[in-house]
């Protein structure tokens, strides 16, 4: 399975810290995204990098890529009690039928 | 506004009923798909389209079952034969081809078997 793996499982911070997530994955990359989802609801698209790219950012979010380590993490700066959330990567495999596979996820809880 | 709709929001499953659950996309996205979420974990895939009149099986597809009449329309039925049913199902779809585009996901659709 291609599925990814988020680490940590569960992060705890005060708010206007940065949180840190980490992404592994398996096989070769087209490229990889970030989604948020909050409690109970959708996911919603925060970031794509590709296969190419090392960095990329989008306002308080950095997300970086390193296809030899199959890894990635995003960075939230200045973390504010609304980034409270579950965080997942999502890989769509270089030689694969273009599905789209979800890590296990990291719970994000921001402390005001 | 455009977007995905999932429906209902809550539904209930007596023991061997089948169900349906419904999605549709005013996207005009060419791919979508059905994703199982279950308490604490990741998206597992059930099924996704990527044309009318196709799909393919993800990585849990036993005991479901879907179809792709219109391009705006992907519902999911839950049979009998899925022993477990009880979890929280997200529809999404894409553009195109999945990894080079962002996914946009419906609200959810919670399932419980009583």
Same mark, same amino acid.
Request: aromatic share 10%; net charge positive.
């Given at each position: 399975?291609?599925?990814?793996? &988020?680490?940590?499982q569960?992060?705890?911070?005060?708010?206007?810290e940065?949180? *840190?997530?980490?992404c $592994?994955?398996?096989?070769? +990359?087209?490229n990889?995204?970030?989604y948020r989802q909050n409690?109970?609801r959708?996911?919603?698209h925060?970031?794509?990098?590709?296969?190419? &790219?090392?960095?990329?950012?989008?306002?308080?979010?950095?997300?970086?890529?390193? *296809?030899?380590?199959? $890894?990635?993490?995003?960075? +939230?700066?200045?973390?504010?009690?609304?980034?409270t959330?579950?965080?997942?990567?999502?890989?769509d495999a270089?030689?694969?039928?273009?599905?789209?596979?979800?890590?296990?996820?990291t719970?994000?809880?921001?402390?005001? | 506004?455009?977007?995905?709709?999932?429906?209902?929001?809550?539904l209930?499953?007596?023991e061997?009923?089948?169900?349906t659950?419904?999605?549709?996309q005013n996207?005009?996205?060419?791919?979508?798909?059905?994703?199982?979420?279950?308490?604490?974990?990741?998206?597992?895939?059930?099924?996704?389209?990527?044309i009318?009149?196709?799909?393919?099986?993800g990585?849990i597809?036993?005991?479901?079952?879907?179809?792709?009449?219109k391009?705006?329309?992907?519902?999911?039925?839950?049979t009998?034969?899925q022993?477990?049913?009880?979890?929280f199902?997200?529809?999404?779809?894409t553009?195109?081809?999945?990894g080079?585009?962002?996914?946009?996901?419906?609200?959810?659709?919670?399932?419980?078997?009583?």
């Open positions: 399975s291609q599925q990814g793996e &988020e680490d940590p569960a992060l705890s911070i005060q708010e206007g940065n949180a *840190t997530m980490n $592994s994955y398996k096989t070769s +990359i087209n990889l995204q970030w409690s109970g959708g996911l919603v925060l970031i794509l990098i590709r296969s190419n &790219e090392r960095e990329k950012h989008s306002g308080r979010l950095r997300v970086t890529l390193d *296809t030899s380590k199959k $890894s990635s993490s995003l960075l +939230i700066t200045a973390s504010r009690a609304a980034d959330a579950s965080y997942f990567c999502a890989t270089k030689f694969g039928n273009e599905k789209l596979t979800f890590g296990t996820g719970r994000l809880t921001i402390i005001p | 506004d455009g977007g995905i709709t999932q429906s209902p929001k809550y209930f499953r007596k061997g009923q089948n169900v659950l419904s999605c549709e996207l005009n996205h060419d791919a979508m798909y059905w994703y199982r979420q279950d308490p604490g974990q990741g998206l597992r895939l059930i099924y996704y389209s990527q009318v009149n196709d799909f393919q099986k990585d597809a036993e005991g479901y079952s879907v179809s792709r009449e391009k705006e329309s992907f519902p999911l039925t839950v009998s034969a022993k477990n049913p009880t979890a199902y997200l529809c999404a779809s553009r195109i081809r999945a080079s585009t962002e996914a946009f996901f419906g609200q959810g659709t919670r399932l419980t078997v009583v």
